[in-house]
């Protein structure tokens, strides 16, 4: 008679357990007072839902970063925590919806439980977290779930999480629980809203200008150069400004761009290491027209070849007649970028100077009287 006696006071702790974690498996879902959907008062009925009140202030939900500053396509751990003096378990359920939503819209962003002491449902096109039937107890008054949220790749604004908090007096029965619902703002933007992006021609060099209306934690820009469908090379960085509202410009030159076409975008960085790229500005470079060649014609004297750019890189490479290359003598550098060459033994005629300027090949006629 004891040991049934004994049994069946197991059997009742057991079944009592099982109706605040229901059965083994995680809580129903759409519980999470969204819109559309209930709260955990469905069961835990004693008291009415609490929207208010000191306990009510000890939900928190946190992130890796403030909640204002998450940036698209981003996985972020959020940590949501809640303490209660009078209680040692706890339960809960959160979903993500874009600012605005109404009954039925789905929610926004990826989550994934990372611990054994969260469980993910799908119900209605959303994504409920919620604690899994290990995750409930409490024995020091206060309880931390942690989970990963991601969020969406194509869609900046606001977002509410809508968090519900069951509270049970651990009477192993579903009576005299208490049932907490708090929503709390995020807002997923760009790092940089930049209002334009432009690559000019100036002599021999590109010029590089952009300006960003705003920016949020943003840590450098990286100037990075494409030639001919190749790969992006990185050519310089540029610190950011960190988060700022106040309109920015930056400037950069590429001293050493190639011949013909070039291919300019800029990579800004977050503190975080995530990163974002601006569109493409493209430019066509002729580097004839960076060059000087004078006189031309030349008397058989010393001919001067130099660069409009102070910081390109020019050198004479030979000096070609019907296809030949003559005796080029030595290419005397009076000053920077500045080729002087004696033609005094060459004959009259027609002559191609082929340079090298920024590593590209480009030829110059010349007559030589």
Request: hydrophobic share 35%; aromatic share 10%.
């Amino acid at each position: 008679m004891e040991k049934l006696l004994l049994a069946l006071m197991v059997a009742g702790v057991i079944i009592a357990d099982l109706a605040f974690t229901y059965s083994g498996s995680a809580p129903p879902a759409a519980n999470a007072n969204d819109p559309g959907n209930g709260n955990c008062t469905a069961c835990h009925s004693t008291f009415p839902l609490s929207t208010s009140g000191v306990i009510w202030n000890n939900i928190n939900l946190t992130s890796t970063v403030p909640l204002s500053q998450f940036s698209p396509g981003t996985n972020y751990t959020l940590q949501l925590s809640f303490a209660d003096p009078t209680r040692t378990r706890y339960g809960f359920e959160v979903v993500a919806l874009p600012s605005g939503a109404g009954p039925g819209d789905p929610s926004i962003g990826t989550m994934t439980a990372t611990s054994p002491e969260t469980a993910l449902q799908i119900s209605g096109g959303r994504e409920y977290m919620s604690h899994s039937p290990g995750g409930t107890s409490a024995p020091s008054n206060s309880k931390t779930w942690t989970f990963d949220w991601e969020t969406p790749s194509n869609y900046t604004g606001d977002v509410n999480f809508y968090v519900v908090i069951s509270s049970a007096n651990n009477d192993n029965a579903i009576s005299g629980d208490r049932t907490y619902a708090k929503i709390f703002s995020s807002t997923i933007v760009l790092p940089i809203t930049l209002r334009s992006f432009e690559a000019s021609v100036v002599g021999g060099s590109v010029h590089l200008k952009w300006v960003t209306a705003t920016e949020q934690n943003n840590h450098f820009f990286t100037i990075q150069r494409m030639v001919d469908a190749a790969e992006f090379i990185d050519l310089d960085t540029l610190a950011g400004a960190g988060t700022t509202n106040m309109e920015r410009s930056y400037a950069w030159i590429d001293h050493t761009p190639y011949h013909g076409h070039n291919y300019y975008r800029i990579k800004q960085t977050d503190y975080d290491g995530t990163s974002t790229y601006s569109e493409l500005a493209a430019v066509k470079v002729d580097l004839d027209n960076s060059l000087r060649v004078y006189p031309n014609p030349v008397e058989r004297e010393m001919l001067t070849i130099e660069s409009a750019d102070p910081k390109a890189t020019l050198e004479v490479v030979d000096i070609v007649k019907n296809f030949n290359a003559v005796d080029l003598r030595a290419a005397q550098m009076d000053q920077p970028l500045r080729n002087k060459i004696t033609l005094s033994h060459l004959p009259g005629g027609f002559y191609v100077i082929r340079l090298r300027v920024n590593g590209a090949l480009v030829s110059k006629k010349v007559v030589v009287h």
